[in-house]
T-cell receptor, first 118, second 117 residues
């Protein structure tokens, strides 16, 4: 089974609108972290936001927020007030075993290509 | 404060040659990770190293691939006798350390695009 599933290969959004990028995950570990990265066409990986499995509140970082629904095992990224510069590939990732020494490797989804239009 | 540095940014090798990819972590970071991104796919974990130690190599192909992070100098990912299927982007990431209570984020380098002809 896929540990990270991103079901939207491509998304379009109008400038200044909000957009939600979906991410579901699969783990039996009680301690884990969820990350979102942005990869523009230039190729670098840019960290956006992090959510820990024990965090009580949903994470927010500027225009990015993470809609964390633990029971549904989903960690959707919400981008508010989209800008042309938000056009990029977005990856959801998970690190398991935060408190059990499970290592530090990230497992990535296949990504969602977001295009922001005028 | 320089970020994670990788070189070369682009590397072209003929089948059968060796490829050496270098990664210098951020200042103060002692943990290095290598990931591979095949075309149209997400990143796949390859190996996790600390200085002079391989901590987790569960994602490394069994043959032709090796990695090191010496006491001095950059981390090296080495691919011997490259084949066309090795063509990919190879990303290095670093983190300051592993503490059980803090999930340090990984800072990624710009990647090395390897093309095997």
């Amino acid at each position: 089974a896929q540990k990270i599933t991103q079901t939207q290969p491509g998304m379009f959004v109008q400038e200044k609108e909000a957009v939600t990028l979906d991410c579901t995950y699969d783990t039996s570990d009680p301690s884990y972290g969820l990350f979102w990265y942005k990869q523009p066409s230039s190729g670098e990986m840019i960290f956006l936001i992090y959510q820990g499995s024990y965090d009580q509140q949903n994470a927010t970082e500027g225009r990015y927020s993470l809609n964390f629904q633990k029971a549904r095992k989903s960690a959707n990224l919400v981008i508010s007030a989209s800008q042309l510069g938000d056009s990029a590939m977005y990856f959801c990732a998970m690190r398991e075993g935060l408190f059990t020494g499970g290592g530090n490797k990230l497992t990535f989804g296949t990504g969602t290509q977001l295009k922001v239009e005028l | 404060n320089a970020g994670v540095m990788q070189n070369p940014r682009h590397l072209v090798r003929r089948r059968g040659q060796e490829a050496r990819l270098r990664c210098s972590p951020m200042k103060g970071h002692s943990h290095v990770y290598w990931y591979r991104q095949l075309p149209e796919e997400g990143l796949k974990f390859m190996v996790y190293l600390q200085k002079e130690n391989i901590i987790d190599e569960s994602g490394m192909p069994k043959e032709r691939f090796s990695a090191e992070f010496p006491k001095e100098g950059p981390s090296i990912l080495r691919i011997q006798q490259v084949v066309r299927g090795d063509s990919a982007a190879y990303f290095c990431a670093s983190s300051p350390g592993l503490r059980d209570s803090l999930p340090y984020e990984q800072y990624f380098g710009p990647g090395t695009r390897l093309t095997v002809t």
